[in-house]
Each structure stands twice: as C-alpha cells, then as structure tokens.
C-alpha cells in the first residue's frame, strides 16, 4: 500500500548493502558465509516480489489445463496461491492415480512440468538455469 520504496526496492537496498558494503569488510569465514546466504536469500526474495503474481497465474493457467477444468483464476492473490498449491495437490494425486501413464498424456504432462521447473528457477537461481538448461 505504501507508495515508493516498494517492497522489492527494499529487499534489493538491503541486498546491495550486504554485497557492496558490508561483505568486502568481513574478515571472519562464517560471517562471509552467512552474509552470502542473506544476500542470495533477498536476490531470491525480490525476483519473487517482482514476478510472483505473474508466474502463479500462468502455473495456474497451466495446471488447470493438464487438469482439464475449467476454473477461472482467482483475482485476489491469497486465493491465487491456494488454488495453485490445490492445482499442484490434484496433479501429485492423479499422476499417483496413474492418469498420466499413455505415451501422450506422460509427454503432455513432461513439457508442462518442464516449463513450470525453469519458471521456478528463473527465480530460485536463474544462474544455474543459464549454465545448465538448454531451451526446448
């Protein structure tokens, strides 16, 4: 609700401190350490800030659709991310059911999971995903 700093351009503030100014004065290994950590936590934390309601509306999008319902996506997005965390519950139940066992419906399923797998990681650590992850 609060006008500017936004909450991403806190976390980023705080996160730029920790790398540029206080690492480099950090003798102690542990507290390098820690300090590392913290830094890679808010770069987590501000990527999902800034894209969060986004990605969950397409994880929904996607998951409805390997579902085969025809639920809208919830406009609030409290109710966006239960309704995701269900779609994802639903999902782990019907693959356990054996829903997805034909060649097509198990390919279907593979690239669904595949494109929801590097979205996450776009956020989680984009960085392994560049050196690691060849786009289909």
């Not at 269900?86 to 066992?101: H, K, S, T």
């Amino acid at each position: 609700m609060n006008d500017r700093p936004t909450a991403a351009e806190l976390v980023e503030g705080v996160r730029r401190f920790l790398e540029a100014d206080l690492l480099p004065t950090l003798t102690d290994p542990r507290l390098r350490f820690q300090t590392l950590i913290a830094a890679n936590v808010l770069a987590i934390a501000g990527r999902e800030l800034s894209s969060e309601e986004d990605l969950l509306r397409e994880e929904h999008e996607l998951l409805t659709a390997i579902l085969a319902k025809t639920d809208p996506p919830p406009q609030r997005l409290a109710e966006l991310r239960e309704a995701v965390r269900e779609a994802n519950r639903q999902l782990c139940e019907r693959i356990r059911g054996g829903d997805f066992e034909g060649a097509e419906r198990f390919r279907a399923l593979a690239a669904m999971l595949r494109r929801l797998v590097v979205r996450k990681l776009e956020v989680a650590n984009p960085r392994y995903l560049a050196g690691a992850v060849k786009p289909r």
